[in-house]
T-cell receptor
Framework: NAGVTQTPKFRILKIGQSMTLQCAQD?????MYWYRQDPGMGLKLIYY???????DKGEVPNGYNVSRSTTEDFPLRLELAAPSQTSVYFC????????????FGQGTRLTVV | AQRVTQPEKLLSVFKGAPVELKCNYS??????LFWYVQYSRQRLQLLLR??SRESIKGFTADLNKGETSFHLKKPFAQEEDSAMYYC?????????????FGKGTLLTVNP
């Protein structure tokens, strides 16, 4: 039972570099989310998707991009990494718009230096 | 706009003591509320949802619409309850659904 899988688990980037955080789920969930978790700040929603081909901005979308070409995958792209993007990133998915549980990946710890 | 407030960043209790983690929300529609827990080095996972009215690991939470609260309670805390707890609100209005989290409360249960 894989659930939600995120890769990589850890990454160090230099300022200005780009990278893609991968997220895949095998539960056929329509809804997928990207959050960042900063100490003392809780989780903030970056982007979310309600289905393949449909994405929308969350609270803190600046500096990020997403795509949802398939139901399973929801990659998060950082184009020009900045120190402010140092954080732990969580991907999550949920089945539908009903009262359902959100399942989380194990997170990606990103450091931008 | 929906908002979830957890007023305590840190909460420390002794084993066997009662514990209450506070959560207040702001939402104009009919709320769907959850408690998520993150144990050390583990992924975030669902603990409770208000609609189920269940008790998980001895924890309960009652939705109080008058006070717009969804506090998490346990009568006798255990050391294994030490974790980060997040209250979350699901937007059930309109065509899009988002899960909004509070800032979290770090619970430490001392022996």
């Amino acid at each position: 039972n894989a659930g939600v899988t995120q890769t990589p688990k850890f990454r160090i980037l230099k300022i200005g570099q780009s990278m893609t955080l991968q997220c895949a789920q095998d539960m056929n969930h329509n809804y997928m989310y990207w959050y960042r978790q900063d100490p003392g700040m809780g989780l903030k929603l970056i982007y979310y998707s309600v289905g393949a081909g449909i994405t929308d901005k969350g609270e803190v979308p600046n500096g990020y991009n997403v795509s949802r070409s398939t139901t399973e995958d929801f990659p998060l792209r950082l184009e020009l990494a900045a120190p402010s993007q140092t954080s732990v990133y969580f991907c999550a998915s949920s089945r539908d718009r009903g009262i359902t549980e959100a399942f989380f990946g194990q997170g990606t710890r990103l450091t931008v230096v | 706009a929906q908002r979830v407030t957890q007023p305590e960043k840190l909460l420390s209790v002794f084993k066997g003591a009662p514990v209450e983690l506070k959560c207040n929300y702001s939402y104009s529609g009919s709320p769907e509320l959850f408690w998520y827990v993150q144990y050390s080095r583990q992924r975030l996972q669902l603990l409770l949802r208000h609609i189920s009215r269940e008790s998980i690991k001895g924890f309960t939470a009652d939705l109080n619409k008058g006070e717009t609260s969804f506090h998490l309670k346990k009568p006798f805390a255990q050391e294994e309850d030490s974790a980060m707890y997040y209250c979350a609100l699901k937007n059930s209005g309109g065509s899009n659904y988002k899960l909004t989290f509070g800032k979290g409360t770090l619970l430490t249960v001392n022996p």
